[in-house]
């Protein structure tokens, strides 16, 4: 008799159970922390770090680069559906949002970078921080918002100034790279590869938005089809981008940025990736927690707080001076700085990429990063909601 026909025991579950039950625990503290209240993205984030090493040790960060195109692909699928909300004849005839934005990118960034250069982080470091930090996490901007069904005048300037801060907040970390680039190879590699990522980037979103639009002529984006469709399309992006080695952030914000442009009518959005995306969200949060340690946690606490609070001054500075001339009296203006606040899985990305190039300027990075996208990926949801439901531009009936 074949002894193979009969299961092993123990059993062997093999590496698909325990992602399984992380991936339950994860849903369950995050409808958890829905009942008493708090953004269920909260509670992805908090079951990220008790599974990873900081705690129960599921997951490092071998599993983190191991399921790296789950996350790279996350992210481009919600920077992709944010930059089809994206208006770019809006901002052009809504002058003072782009002065609000630029106030507060500004602002986070002087601030951001003094204080870590006061506190003697090194320049190198502090520019790293300081670029990092003026970024806002798009996922959790997306969910809150969605979660709450938010819209209005906050929110809809809230989703354009998360967009333009990932875009700005990417390319100012890849010229510090480009700089690190000239210290260790020479100026031409400072100059060319920046170029090269920008350029890149810009042209690979033009080639996603021409496929987009292309593929919307033979299937309609908001049947089951059009779902697999855009699914393959966006894979194969990334893939592109990879082989390229382009990051995968900017080229999806761009492409959907685009198709906002080329067509103005709303946009049918399939239902279908509600579902699919909420899933990608609570995998990636699950995953991210891998990247957190408690020697590198700890290591970087002290800055990490300190950045928090200078970035917080910047956000918050910028969206009150410039706030009321864009037409937010200060009540949103205050919600739309401290909307901002929440930093999260790209930030956290951002910095594993800078440690992959660089190890030893990447080893002094990630601690303070770590520290900030523990306490903003867990708190900066939080705010954001108090924020859009302060302004009373939520629909479900939820009050301060």
């Known amino acids: 008799m074949d002894l193979l026909i009969w299961p092993d025991w123990p059993l062997a579950l093999g590496a698909l159970f325990p992602v399984a039950i992380a991936l339950v625990l994860t849903a369950l503290v995050g409808e958890a922390g829905g009942r008493f209240g708090l953004p269920r ?27 790296r195109l789950v996350i790279d692909f996350t992210i ?6 944010l930059g089809i909300r994206l208006d770019v004849r809006w901002l052009a005839a809504n002058r003072w949002v782009v002065a609000t934005s ?12 003094g204080a870590l250069w006061a506190a003697g982080t090194g320049a190198g470091v502090a520019l790293a921080v300081a670029a990092i930090a003026v970024g806002t996490s798009p996922v959790i901007l997306m969910h809150v918002t969605n979660e709450l069904r938010a819209s209005g005048q906050t929110t809809d300037r809230l989703l354009a100034l998360c967009a333009l801060n990932v875009a ?24 060319l590869h920046p170029l090269y990522l920008l350029l890149g980037s810009a042209l690979a979103g033009a080639v996603i938005a021409a496929a987009y639009l292309g593929l919307r002529r033979l299937v309609d984006p908001a049947t089951e089809q059009g779902l697999v469709a855009m699914i393959a399309l966006l894979l194969a992006a990334i893939a592109l981008l990879s082989a390229l ?12 940025a685009l198709i906002k442009w080329r067509d103005r009518r709303p946009h049918l959005w399939p239902q279908q990736f509600g579902s699919f995306g909420g899933v990608l969200v609570i995998v990636a949060f699950m995953l991210a927690g891998a990247a957190v340690t408690a020697g590198e946690l700890f290591a970087g606490a002290g800055i990490g707080l300190l950045a ?78 108090r924020a859009l439901i302060r302004v009373r531009e939520t629909r479900r009936g939820e009050t301060s």
Not at 49 to 65: H, K, R, S, T
Not at 76 to 81: C, Q
Request: net charge positive; hydrophobic share 60%; charged share 10%.
């Open 41 to 67: 993205v909260s509670g992805y984030a908090l079951a990220g770090l008790v599974l990873g090493p900081l705690v129960l040790g599921w997951f490092d960060i071998n599993d983190l680069a191991g399921h």
């Open 76 to 81: 481009a699928l919600v920077l992709f559906e």
């Open 102 to 113: 630029t106030g507060e990118i500004a602002l986070t960034f002087a601030l951001t970078f």
């Open 168 to 191: 700005v907040s990417v390319i100012l970390l890849k010229l510090l790279v480009g700089a690190l680039h000239g210290v260790h190879s020479g100026w031409q590699l400072a100059l």
């Open 245 to 256: 080695r382009l990051p995968t952030a900017l080229a999806p914000l761009f492409a959907g």
């Open 308 to 385: 928090i609070l200078a970035r917080a001054a910047g956000k918050l500075g910028g969206a009150m001076a410039f706030g009321p001339p864009s037409g937010l009296d200060l009540r949103k203006s205050l919600a739309l700085g401290v909307g901002l606040m929440p930093l999260s899985v790209l930030a956290l990305l951002q910095a594993v990429d800078v440690r992959l190039l660089y190890p030893e300027f990447g080893s002094r990075l990630m601690p303070i990063v770590i520290a900030m996208t523990v306490v903003l990926g867990l708190l900066g949801p939080i705010a954001t909601r």
